[in-house]
């Protein structure tokens, strides 16, 4: 059997567009950024039965979880987290206390393995430049290429397109991508400020805390909801930012559950 270059190409084209029209355009869930908590809200939104999209920039996921802490990829964990990772076969090792460690590429990879299993579709290189903002809502995002939002200003004409969804979730990370944009637009909603120095205790629980629906269809989680209030940073541990993705997934899980119900509600 030969195999021409023609047939490769079809290959390509044929089931990307065909995953994009059935799964991508239209989607319960979308989440940004696949970093420790945009990983884990998928997910756990995903086992939840939702069509869930996890965008993220780069080609490859993982976001801060790849370079632990110092560039020296060990990853440190803490009670209760340590059980999800367990769930998802990661290999973890009793360090100090309630603190557990692993080796980078196994949490990333195995995380990654469990949204794929869970049924998440991963857009990467792929940026979210945009919400759609309608009705007092989020209904959406806006996407562009990565390497295009990298071309000359002067070359740059390139416009992106639009997906739709039901909630969106903000694990951007450091950023809060999207609620700085919602911010610009709607002056109830503060604009980010960025987070505090170091206090792991501290940080650790306020970034669960602070996961929140911050508007109609949009949720903020892990490091952007850091970021989005002002709460100090954790540095190189990562359960909240699981944790965080837990609870990102299961508002969004509410979220859906409430259209769903509303929709009935008008049918009747
Ligand atoms: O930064 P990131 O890992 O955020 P996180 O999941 O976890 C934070 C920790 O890694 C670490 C920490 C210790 O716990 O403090 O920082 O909250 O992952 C965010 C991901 O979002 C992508 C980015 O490339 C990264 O992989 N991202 C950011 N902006 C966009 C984006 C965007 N506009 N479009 C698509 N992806």
């Given amino acids: 059997m030969t195999t021409s270059e023609i047939q490769v190409t079809k290959a390509i084209l044929r089931e990307f567009f065909e995953d994009f029209m059935e799964n991508i355009i239209e989607s319960d869930v979308v989440v940004v950024g696949a970093g420790p908590c945009g990983i884990a809200a998928a997910t756990y939104a995903a086992e939840e039965g939702h069509k869930t999209i996890l965008i993220e920039r780069n080609f490859h996921a993982g976001g801060g979880m790849w370079q632990g802490g110092f560039l020296m990829p060990k990853n440190i964990i803490r009670e209760p987290a340590n059980i999800l990772l367990e769930e998802w076969g990661v290999k973890l090792k009793k360090a100090e206390d309630d603190l557990y460690v692993c080796d980078s ?3 990333v990879s195995k995380m990654l393995a469990a949204a794929s299993s869970a049924g998440v579709k991963l857009l990467n290189s792929v940026h979210v430049e945009d919400i759609i903002l309608k009705n007092d809502r989020v209904e959406g995002v806006v996407i562009q290429w990565f390497p295009a939002t990298k071309m000359p200003l002067d070359m740059n004409f390139a416009d992106p397109i639009a997906i739709k ?20 637009q709607r002056p109830e909603i503060k604009k980010p400020v960025g987070c505090g120095s170091m206090w792991v205790d501290r940080a650790e629980q306020e970034t669960v805390e602070l996961t929140q629906e911050i508007y109609p269809g ?40 409430e259209i769903t119900e509303e929709k009935v509600r008008i049918k009747d």
């Fill in 218 to 257: 949009l949720i903020v989680a892990g490091m952007a909801a850091t970021s989005t209030y002002g709460a100090p940073r954790m540095g190189p541990i990562f359960s909240g930012m699981l944790l965080g993705g837990k609870k990102a997934a299961e508002f969004a899980h509410e979220k859906i559950s």
């Fill in 105 to 107: 590429f196994e949490m």
């Fill in 165 to 184: 969804t039901k909630v969106v979730i903000d694990a951007t990370g450091h950023g809060s991508v999207l609620v700085s944009r919602l911010a610009e």
